[in-house]
Each structure stands twice: as C-alpha cells, then as structure tokens.
C-alpha cells in the first residue's frame, strides 16, 4: 500500500501567487515526522521543512508553510509568493516510528512545479 | 546543515564492469546510510539501509549480490553496482543521519550511472 501519495504530477503557477502542493500519508504509528525536499533539475535533494507528529503547531520556514491536519493525515506544503527559482520537483516523504537515526525516510511520487513570468 | 558529499556526480561504464560510488559525512557521524535510486521523472526509492559496522538491510525486490554496500566508517558508505547492465542505469543518490540526531537526512549530490 502506498504510504505517500501525492496525487498532483504537475502543477503551473503565476509568479508571486501562493500555491499548495497536496501530500496524505498513512501510518499506524503514533510517532512519525513529514518532510518536503525541493529537487531541482540538478538532482540535488533540498530538505524545506519538517513537521513531527506531536508538533501542534504547523511548521513554516520562511516562504514555505506545513499546513499538518491529522486527522485527515495530510500535510500540505503552502509556498507564499512563488519565485522563478522554485519552478522544480516537491517530494512529501515520511519517517515512521520513533525518530532515531537509523529511521528510514519514504518518499511519495513528487509533483512537478513550474513558475510562469 | 551537515555535508554529505557524494562521488562521481556521474559515470559511464560498459555493460559487464562494475561501478563503485561513494558517500562521505564531512562533519558528523553518519550511523545510519540510505540509498536511493531515482529513474528518470519518478520518486526515490529506497534501496537499502546500512549501519556502520553491519550488513546492510535491502529492501524487498533488491539484489543484494547485484548492489554491495559497505558502511565500514562512521564517514563512509559506498555502493558497488556489480555486473553492471544498461537496465541499471539511473540516479543513484544516499542519505545519512547520524550523530548528534537531527529531524532531516542530509543527502548528496547524487550519480548519474550511465551504463552502455
């Protein structure tokens, strides 16, 4: 069963808009973080912002906001005032069970965002 | 945020080699490995999972003979495409979460494996 699903592919947005990017998971565990990595056409993977289970207030990193609705086991990525330079893959991943370093991070399919001018 | 540096950022070799890639920590203790492999327009996907001093763990459908991973150093991983075929040909990335224990993997530059 799919843990991450990230059910945009593509995503066109006016430069300066806001646009969310959609991510549900699923999980058994009571304990578990969400993340968003940004992956430019260079391949790099660069982590955005994290968000743990027990946290209750959403995380926000400058331009990029974690809108984290438990219940409904989504966690959206809000990024205000689109620049050129964001246009690049978004992945949602997941860490299940208590954080330790030996935690494995899954990732969803990824959604593809381009900046128009 | 911690370095992890990943070598070559890209290789081609002929079908039957084998390939060595390597993943370094530069200024932490990565206890814990991950690598990934990402073909063109899709996700990561977790190969394995390696703890420095042990086997590596590998995910379900992945050949451990074919994909040798050694994490022999709190510093070092590497990643051996044996036998190498064009159908191997991907992106090949790692990550590694150590010590002190931060919330984010820190991942490399990842390799581009071309195989002809």
């Known amino acids: 069963a799919q843990k991450i699903t990230q059910t945009q592919p593509g995503m066109f947005v006016q430069e300066k808009e806001a646009v969310t990017l959609d991510c549900t998971y699923d999980?058994?565990?009571?304990?578990?973080?969400l993340f968003w990595y940004k992956q430019p056409s260079s391949g790099e993977m660069i982590f955005l912002i994290y968000?743990?289970?027990?946290?209750?207030q959403n995380a926000t990193e400058g331009r990029y906001s974690l809108n984290f609705q438990k219940a409904r086991k989504s966690a959206n990525l809000v990024i205000s005032a689109s620049q050129l330079g964001d246009s690049a893959m978004y992945f949602c991943?997941?860490?299940?069970?208590?954080?330790?370093?030996?935690?494995?991070?899954?990732f969803g399919s990824g959604t593809r965002l381009s900046i128009r001018p | 945020g911690a370095v992890v540096s990943q070598h070559p950022s890209w290789v081609i070799c002929k079908s039957g080699t084998s390939v060595k890639i390597e993943c370094r920590s530069l200024?932490?203790?990565?206890?814990?490995m991950f690598w990934y492999r990402q073909f063109p327009k899709q996700s990561l996907m977790l190969m394995a999972t390696?703890?420095?001093?042990?086997?590596?763990?590998?995910e379900q459908g992945v050949e451990k003979d074919k994909f040798l991973i050694n994490h022999a150093s709190l510093t070092l991983s590497t990643l051996t495409v044996t036998s190498a075929h064009p159908e191997d040909s991907s992106f090949y990335i790692c990550?590694?979460?150590?010590?002190?224990?931060?919330?984010?993997?820190?991942f490399g530059q990842g390799t581009r494996l071309t195989v002809v």
């Open positions: 990550s590694a979460r150590g010590q002190p224990i931060s919330t984010e993997a820190f």
């Open positions: 999980t058994s565990d009571q304990s578990y973080g």
């Open positions: 968000q743990g289970s027990y946290d209750e």
């Open positions: 991943a997941m860490r299940e069970g208590r954080d330790s370093s030996a935690s494995k991070i899954i």
């Open positions: 200024d932490f203790q990565a206890t814990t």
């Open positions: 390696s703890n420095e001093g042990s086997k590596a763990t590998y």
